[in-house]
C-alpha cells in the first residue's frame, strides 16, 4: 500500500550534530527511529508523488538558504523540543501549502511551530525536567537551511526521496 511523504527542512550539520546528540540522550532509545528533523507537512497523499517531486527544486532553486534561529526550548506535553524561529522558511512553506491548496491534510493546515523534538512520550514530569535542565542551557543561535527534503513514511526510519538545496540568492 502506498504511504504518504513528508517535507522537512535540512538543517545545517553543526545544528543537525548537536540536535541528534540531544535526540540520542533523550528521546527513549526504542522510539527513536528518525534523524533529527524540522518537518514542514507531515503528510502528502501518495498520489502528490510526481508533482511533488518535481515541485521542491523549483521552490529550493528560487530562494536563497532561509535564515533560522534556535529559540529556546518547546513543550510538547509528553516531550521536549528546539523552537525555532524562521519567517523566511515559514514564507516558503506558505507558497507551498499555497500550491497544493486542496490537497493538505487537517494535521498540516495548522499554523506551523518549527521545532525539532529531541524527545517524546516521556512523562509530563520527565518533560518537565528536562526542559527545565535545557532552558539554562540553550543559547540563540542563528544558521540557515540547507535544503528540502522528501521522505516516504515507514513505520520506522523515513525513506529518503529527494534532498533539494536551496540555490537562489
Known sequence: M???????????QDIQAWAEGLRRAHY?????????????????APSLFEELKDYLPRIAADFAPPRGSVAGVMDLGNGTAIALQSEELLEIRAIIAEHFHGALTAQDLYA????????????????????AELRVQIEPREFRFAALEMYIYRD??????????????
Open 112 to 131: 506551523p511551530r518549527p521545532h525539532i523534538t529531541i524527545q517524546n512520550k516521556v512523562s509530563k514530569q520527565e518533560a518537565r525536567a528536562l526542559q
Open 2 to 12: 502506498p504511504q504518504p511523504f513528508i517535507v522537512t527542512a535540512a538543517l545545517p
Open 28 to 44: 527513549p532509545a526504542h522510539r527513536n527511529k528518525l534523524h533529527a528533523h524540522v518537518t514542514m507537512f507531515h503528510s502528502f
Open 156 to 169: 520506522g526510519p523515513w525513506e529518503a526521496v529527494k534532498r533539494c538545496a536551496f540555490r537562489g540568492q
